[in-house]
């Protein structure tokens, strides 16, 4: 349990698992909900637990993957190169209701143009 803005959050994760598979994520609960998903934009990893605090990462190729081979005396090696963008979003839900919204806002978010903010922290 979590107490935020004076009220204490204790979320049931069913409703929470629902949605999420029902959004086509890969869920799984113990004491944190963790949830995965994969497509075009990249890997999406979620992780809740009871008192609300959510942490989102997304994981996806800067550029395509780039392969070469390589031979060692006699060995043969294929090396392969990509390079990755990571960006972690935390934050705070207190129900099923919230967790809908931070679906919906996460494409969003992601598309949050760094260098346009004033709000940077270094």
């Known amino acids: 349990m979590v107490e935020a803005m004076g009220a204490v ?4 994760y069913e409703p929470l698992w629902e949605i999420l598979t029902a959004d086509g994520w890969e869920v799984q ?3 944190v909900v ?8 990249g ?7 009871r008192g609300g605090r ?3 990462m997304q994981t996806r190729p800067r550029c395509p993957e ?7 005396e006699d060995r043969h090696y294929r090396l392969l190169r990509q390079e990755e ?3 972690t979003i935390v934050g705070q839900i207190t129900g099923a209701g919230n967790l809908r919204q931070l679906l919906t806002d996460l494409p ?3 598309q949050t143009p760094w260098e346009d903010s004033d709000e940077i922290i270094g």
């Open 54 to 56: 959510v942490r989102f």
């Open 85 to 87: 963008v990571k960006v």
């Open 108 to 110: 969003a978010l992601l």
């Open 66 to 72: 780039q392969a070469m081979r390589v031979v060692r």
């Open 9 to 12: 959050i204790c979320l049931d």
């Open 29 to 31: 609960t113990d004491q």
């Open 34 to 41: 963790h949830a995965r998903r994969e497509d075009a934009r």
């Open 43 to 49: 890997v999406w990893h979620l992780a809740m637990d």
